[in-house]
T-cell receptor, first 115, second 111 residues
């Protein structure tokens, strides 16, 4: 079946503009995660959605970052008033409800460049 | 946030050589996962480990869940050019819902 998809694959924006990044998880996966990966770095957890529960936003770096998940499927990560330090690859991952071991399947990422 | 200590950070080897990398933590983990990330792609799951002492193979890859539950290693035998990439370990603590990732090991292979 189809894997996790993300759009756009690349986004170049000017400092101060808002951006929206989209994630389509694997059908039927109830858990969805957003990560940020800076150049040459590991994965930094941002936010986690599980079913209808309140999202875990503990990883969001500032109040400029927000995310929502509509209908338990598609998720949008929004960055307001972008800064140059926001430049990174933003990865989305999903995990099936049946997985008690948290095996996450990743999308290809969105590369964000803030000029 | 909390990170696993993954080493080495980078490796430069000759094709055909074996590779070994590991992750350690001061915390106990119930699950260890190893991912590989190719340039421009998201990480792909290679091996999942669920029990202390477990040794699991996937082709030329072998990974072990440390007996103390605080570490894991990944070995690649007879490396080939397509093994190039960044390898990440990830761990899940009991009761946790979020994976903790290592910083990655960048593997470069000289033909």
């Amino acid at each position: 079946g189809a894997g996790v998809s993300q759009s756009p694959s690349n986004k170049v924006t000017e400092k101060g503009k808002d951006v929206e990044l989209r994630c389509d998880p694997i059908s039927g996966h109830t858990a969805l995660y957003w990560y940020r990966q800076s150049l040459g770095q590991g994965l930094e957890f941002l936010i986690y959605f599980q079913g209808n529960s309140a999202p875990d936003k503990s990883g969001l770096p500032s109040d400029r970052f927000s995310a929502e998940r509509t209908g338990g499927s598609v998720s949008t990560l929004t960055i307001q008033r972008t800064q140059q330090e926001d430049s990174a690859v933003y990865l989305c991952a999903s995990s099936p409800a049946s997985s008690s071991y948290n095996e996450q399947f990743f999308g290809p990422g969105t590369r964000l460049t803030v000029l | 946030g909390q990170q696993l200590n993954q080493s080495p950070q980078s490796m430069f080897i000759q094709e055909g050589e074996d590779v070994s990398m590991n992750c350690t933590s001061s915390s106990i983990f119930n699950t260890w996962l190893w991912y590989k990330q190719d340039p421009g792609e998201g990480p792909v799951l290679l091996i999942a480990l669920y029990k202390a002492g477990e040794l699991t193979s996937n082709g030329r890859l072998t990974a072990q869940f440390g007996i103390t539950r605080k570490d894991s290693f990944l070995n690649i035998s007879a490396s080939i050019p397509s093994d190039v990439g960044i390898y990440f370990c990830a761990g899940l603590r009991q009761g946790a819902q979020k994976l903790v990732f290592g910083q990655g090991t960048r593997l470069t292979i000289n033909p």
